[in-house]
């Protein structure tokens, strides 16, 4: 793709991890709107839970994750007591709907003690129908990793580990603040597969500061001698204006737009050469994978945590800042910790804004969210769920690929397809569809 077309196409656009995007959630939306559309999903809706740890005891300077510096396990250990106090009130709500996923995010969660791990556990096994099948994932920071939580890990039914590695190269990891060895990685991968985890991903990062061309291929290479199931490759999003701690990274050692590209091309060639199958824009799976079986069956989804094959009615999010999706809308938990802690402590609820679909954002949240997962957008389909009210986003789409001049979409019968060049700027072809994006484009980290 000439450079040009590149550096144009990398205006700022949202992730659409959700659409309406995080930003648009006000504070109308409460406890008691979260609870009563709790008390609305069929008995046999699918619960999928997200539990957030905002706790990390070393920070990377790239970090764009709501999460503190802690050098004591006090916090954490203060904190569980909020987590247990509102899993046991939403776990009441909830009754006996299955839980099919349970996901441990942060922060890093491998800051939890085996203990801990054990009980937080036992609490959501009482608190919620979790079936036998249920999905359950982890992301671990291997800088915290000892035996003892391997052990737990695995014990509390652990199926996925989601590890955090982001380039190999020394001086990159430097200007990360991120020092973290091949073997280290390599240990924690072993020592979850042994113990019967049948699933890792391995997190990888493009557009660092000091990273080439040749050092993203080089940790492409080293992820994939560790065979993960799963790999993400995601740009860095340098927003210091947001995340303070980013500007302890020099903007000039920065990549530019064309580098990031290149990176994440090479990067992305490595590991499609070694059978993983490109799922999404950021995402990669071996191709017996269910992400990669899901992508190819058009049941892909995206949500918060990015491309997920787990098919869930809601979304539950626990612990400060975690979003939750219910087929009404949007909530969200209270972002700064002490608060959220004291709210869920004193019973008073731990919500503090969300947003209530409009019959427009479900339209356009599942236009954007099929094009982001499957890179077309069938009218049939959309008129089949949608009826009438689909006609003024089908004519959106027809007009952008009668005018698109760049060659990232074009029409075939009753379908708007993204070209292969395209794929790369999927996000870009998903704006056009936002409502809301000429209010707020000034917030995002760039495309590619
Ligand atoms: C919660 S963090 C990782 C879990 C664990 N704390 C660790 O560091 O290994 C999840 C992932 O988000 C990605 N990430 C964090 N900050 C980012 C940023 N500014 N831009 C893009 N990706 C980012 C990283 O790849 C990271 O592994
Ligand atoms: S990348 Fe992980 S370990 Fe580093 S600060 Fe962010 S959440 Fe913490």
Redesign the pocket.
Known sequence: MPNALVAELTTPVPRYTSYPTAPHFHAGIGQAQYEAWLAELPADARISLYLHLPF?D?L?W????H?KQVNRYAPIAHYLQALHAEISRIGALVGQRPVTAIHW??????MLAAADIASVTALLRRSFNVTDTVEFSV??????MEPAKFDAWAAAGLTRA?????DFDPQVQAAIN?L?SFDQTRTVVEAMRSRGVASINI???Y?LPHQTVAGAIDTARQVVSLQPERI?L??????PWI?KH?SMIDDKVLPDSQQRFAQATAAADVLRAAGYVNIGFDHFALPHDAMALAAAAGTLQRNFQGYTVDEHDALIGLGASAIGRLPQGYVQNIVATGEYERHALAGTGTVARGLAFTADDKLRGHAIERLMCDFRLSFAELRQRFGAAAEPVICEAVTFAMEDTKGLATLQPGTLVITDAGRPFVRTVAATFDAYLAQDSARY?KAI
């Open positions: 990390c070393r990377c790239f970090c764009g994750c999460t995010g942060g922060g890093s969660p491998s992301e671990l920071d291997p800088s915290d989601s590890i955090g590695v982001q991120r973290q997190d990888m990062l557009g993400a995601f740009g860095y999003a340098h927003v995340k980013q980290s």
